[in-house]
T-cell receptor, first 119, second 113 residues
Framework: AQTVTQSQPEMSVQEAETVTLSCTYD???????LFWYKQPPSRQMILVIR??????QNATENRFSVNFQKAAKSFSLKISDSQLGDTAMYFC????????????????FGKGTKLSVIP | DAGVTQSPTHLIKTRGQQVTLRCSPK?????VSWYQQALGQGPQFIFQ???????QRGNFPDRFSGHQFPNYSSELNVNALLLGDSALYLC????????????FGPGTRLTVL
């Protein structure tokens, strides 16, 4: 079974500073997708960034970037120039595409990291 | 372009009752997944519907059932409610027959008393 571990239950960062959230996962598959989702107090789960395992280049979306280390099974999220609106729960998620050997249609989530941005 | 919508926003039920939650997928999406998120936890996969059939199910009892309609909208039904069913229920839709990124609705908060 695939597992996702987020070892930091809570983190805080000063506004305009940079913060990195950690995520590790366990799988024997070679082809998979990794995601970071953000869930603010409004509860809406919002996609932040997506990474395909076959891509060597790390994904970036504006102030958000990932450090994907496939051999170490690590997928960290870096938020630059933190803003008050970044305050939220951040979930790392994992999916093996259905066309792979052990593929499925479900996302497997970690327990989340609560990020607070301090003015 | 409307995103994923869910109704109702909040719901309070008592033990033993039955509940139905509703979801409309994002425009252009044909697949709907349901997740249960207990307080302080990450979402757990319940099941996924495609072409009006359940095609994958997580580790949830038969009390949890669903339906998908021809317009791709979906319902989640929970029978014989237990206190432990209290949670946020999230619906996610995706295109490309379920192989693309999943986009989530705002959720329905179910409280069982």
């Amino acid at each position: 079974a695939q597992t996702v571990t987020q070892s930091q239950p809570e983190m805080s960062v000063q506004e305009a500073e940079t913060v990195t959230l950690s995520c590790t996962y366990d799988t024997s598959e070679n082809n998979y997708y990794l995601f970071w989702y953000k869930q603010p107090p409004s509860r809406q789960m919002i996609l932040v960034i997506r990474q395909e395992a076959y891509k060597q280049q790390n994904a970036t979306e504006n102030r958000f970037s990932v450090n994907f280390q496939k051999a170490a099974k690590s997928f960290s999220l870096k938020i630059s120039d933190s803003q008050l609106g970044d305050t939220a729960m951040y979930f790392c998620a994992f999916m093996i595409p259905v066309y792979s050997g052990a593929g499925s249609y479900q996302l497997t989530f970690g327990k989340g990291t609560k990020l607070s941005v301090i003015p | 372009d409307a995103g994923v919508t869910q109704s109702p926003t909040h719901l309070i039920k008592t033990r033993g009752q039955q509940v139905t939650l509703r979801c409309s997928p994002k425009s252009g999406h044909d697949t709907v997944s349901w997740y249960q998120q207990a307080l302080g936890q990450g979402p757990q996969f319940i099941f996924q519907y495609y072409e009006e059939e359940e095609r994958q199910r997580g580790n949830f009892p038969d009390r949890f059932s669903g339906h998908q309609f021809p317009n791709y909208s979906s319902e989640l039904n929970v029978n014989a409610l237990l206190l432990g069913d209290s949670a946020l229920y999230l619906c996610a839709s995706t295109g490309l027959a379920g192989t693309d990124t999943q986009y989530f609705g705002p959720g329905t908060r179910l409280t069982v008393l």
